[in-house]
């Protein structure tokens, strides 16, 4: 009767080493791969590629807005909304940096109009820097949220009235449809 195989203990190791190695790469790549997907199938759905961004944009004004409106006691309230914010403007940021705007200046050429979005978010990431670094107790606190808001709320503007307006027309449904996907994967990078 032949006997039956067993792995030695190092043997083992390696091996079961070796399925985690694989499960921890499927892990962070297929979200981005599932995203691709999902943006190019939400570009088709609702015919803009930059949707996301939008949906973005509310989020990151409302978390803005509670900031700004919350007193020196809600601490907690604070670090909630600040935790959010930071979160959802970090794969916001990333996407934009590394797809949108060099779209802009591949496809419009307007060259200082995405230099100086990205400027803004240097900006915005020096606002984040200091109300992580000031009490949440404290009325500094709620200055800089005001600023931050300020800063974010004309950004936004200016991207949503200006710049991304721009960006559509040059697209056609194929260059739009791998814009969205471009930009779904790189936020599931992060998210
Ligand atoms: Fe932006
Ligand atoms: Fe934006």
Do not use: C, N
Request: aromatic share 4%; hydrophobic share 45%.
């Amino acid at each position: 009767m032949p006997r039956a195989s067993h792995l030695s203990p190092l043997r083992f190791a390696a091996s079961f080493a070796g399925g985690a190695l694989i499960a921890l790469v499927g892990s962070r790549l297929l979200p981005p791969l599932v995203a691709q997907a999902r943006g190019a199938a939400r570009m088709r759905a609702d015919g803009d590629p930059l949707a996301t961004l939008l949906d973005d944009h509310r989020a990151i004004l409302s978390h803005l807005d509670a900031m700004a409106e919350s007193a020196d006691t809600e601490v907690f309230v604070r670090t909630q909304h600040l935790l959010r914010l930071k979160r959802r403007l970090a794969a916001h940021a990333l996407a934009e940096e590394d797809i949108v705007y060099p779209a802009l200046r591949e496809h419009l050429e307007t060259v200082d109009d995405a230099t100086h979005l990205y400027e803004e978010h240097a900006e915005m990431k020096v606002l984040l820097y200091k109300l992580e670094q000031t009490s949440k107790g404290d009325g500094q606190w709620h200055l800089h949220a005001t600023e931050l808001r300020t800063l974010v709320q004309r950004h936004i503007r200016q991207e949503e009235e200006v710049d991304f307006p721009k960006l559509r027309e040059t697209l056609d449904e194929a260059t739009s449809t791998e814009l969205a996907s471009k930009i779904a994967r790189e936020k599931a990078l992060l998210l």
